[in-house]
DNA sequence: CGCTTTCTTGAGCATTCACTCTAATTTGAA
DNA sequence: TTCAAATTAGAGTGAATGCTCAAGAAAGCG
């Protein structure tokens, strides 16, 4: 093994920059911030990474990848397992979630391979909850599937956002009653 | 009239700011853009604001207080005019709505004040919806009520976000068609 | 032990940032 | 027309940013 020390110090420079995206946000996330946490210098930063952008956008990808954790081939998933998912997910890891957020909103008005990757990651997950749906509900058309999915995922980016604004809001809960609600047909 | 001339200039600027905030994020929005959009120069700048922070939050209370068309004392609005108000603002002006977004996800981070001007612009707004539904569903419990709301505001904010992310994304029609949701009671 | 590769250091670079200041110009009341 | 206040211009400040680089320390191989 030639590089473990290198790859060590990637792994805190990872680490600094995560917690610091969640607390700080991409402006208060400095090259200089992020080496300060990680205890090391700007040499070894630049050594392991090309600019500060690769490793923000290295951390976005991590936070993309647990944003849904990989039921890989599961085939009788429901969508009320894929939300528990993400609720202990959140809960877990709020950093993570946190970034996700950040990056997706400010990184796609500046940089456009950031903003295919979010609508990517976007249209990959409603095709998850769209399959656990139809497990759940075979008997509903696909188009009325899609609309129920779009709605929930929206309300859960919603309550996600919120609970990054409001560290006291009770995000489980919410997110569990959004199983309870469906379509009336013909609303008031 | 003294200071003609002065509010021209400071209506421009908030104009270019506005727009820079709604293009490029918070980042991409500095002093130097904004006056060279502006036809400004820093010198003009500094006379009528005391910094950069403080024309963003003139932008950003402009964005709040746009949200929600204030029907002031309207006591006969349904949940639907609410609706539809926030589609109309939304597609009348994008660039305030990426602004409310924007400021409220980073400012939030940093600055605490902001944080409070965002939850208690939230809680109006949900106060708001609950107010309107009790228009229209007078039966309803008051938990039942609010516990809607909340749903369907969160689904209006994920939306919200989708449309930032993607321009080609009809909101308009899923915002209309939360309209139709409501809990089944007991779920799948 | 020697020797190459990998890694780290830390001073320092160019650039950009928000912001200041003085002098000049424009404005509008008298 | 006069004059003072309001407004603008634009060079300039210091601090902070992302990033470079030459030199040395450490690590792993023979």
Redesign the pocket.
Known sequence: ?????????RQKILDATRSLLSERGLEG?????VCDRA??????????F????QVVMAVMREAIQAVDPDPEGTGDVGVGDLIEAYISYLGNDPALARVYLLVAINGSLTDEDTARRIARHHADRTDRFVAAMRHDRPELAATEIVARVEALLAALNGYTMQALLDPSFDFAAHARRLLTMEPAGDGA
């Open positions: 093994m030639r590089n473990r020390a290198g790859l060590e110090t996330t400095t090259v200089k911030a205890s090391v210098r700007a040499g070894s930063f630049y050594n392991l090309d600019s500060k952008e």
